[in-house]
């Protein structure tokens, strides 16, 4: 049984890889100039290759980091939280009590992903998304490390979308 849903799933991402042919010769392209280090979209590099030798007009490359780093500086100004946690209801979140849990819930929280490695992952998520349109990054929790983030390169995954037009099958390959 196991077997036949790791075909299903793996015959799933071949329709959805063929389906991206198109974006992914053009990430490619995007790639070679503006966003080097994620440039194994449709070729292979060797280890340890010079990545962005063939670059003549860095403008792409500089305005990809500057955009990311002005996006990053203005969607996370340092020392602001990132959120304020509130329940639904509007009265419930003013009975002190309640108020003073949730005050703490946030600082918690905000401290926990300020002394992740958030900013550095979101960095990368956010060159990418201007980059190609889209970027994805995964988060966990680590016994021994706390909140860890991964930003995937565009290269390694795939994405399916509802009838609402939102993501909601993400599809990530790992080299064996």
């Keep these: 049984m ?3 849903r790791a075909v299903e799933f793996l ?3 071949d329709k959805e890889f063929q ?3 198109n974006f992914r010769s053009i990430y490619q392209e995007v ?3 503006m966003f080097p280090r994620e440039s194994e ?10 990545l962005g030798r063939h670059i003549i007009d860095p403008t792409g490359l500089t305005a990809s980091i500057d955009m990311a780093a002005g996006l990053s500086i203005n969607l996370f100004p340092p020392g602001d939280k990132f959120y304020n946690v509130l329940m639904e209801d509007d009265e419930v979140n003013e009975i002190p009590e309640v108020k003073k849990k949730l005050a703490q819930i946030t600082e918690i929280s905000h401290e926990k992903r300020t002394n992740s490695n958030f900013m550095l992952q979101a960095n990368e998520t956010i ?3 201007g980059t190609f349109g889209t ?3 995964f988060s966990e929790w680590k016994a021994g490390v706390g909140l860890n983030y991964k930003d995937y390169d565009i290269g390694m995954y795939t994405f399916l979308e509802n009838e609402q037009g939102i993501v909601d ?3 990530i390959e790992f080299r064996f």
């Design 135 to 137: 970027g994805n990054m």
């Design 127 to 129: 060159r990418s998304l």
């Design 19 to 21: 389906r991206d042919a």
């Design 169 to 171: 099958t993400m599809m």
């Design 11 to 13: 015959a799933i991402y």
């Design 31 to 33: 790639a070679d100039v």
């Design 41 to 50: 979209i449709t070729t292979e590099r060797a280890k340890g290759e010079i």
């Design 2 to 4: 196991a077997d036949d």
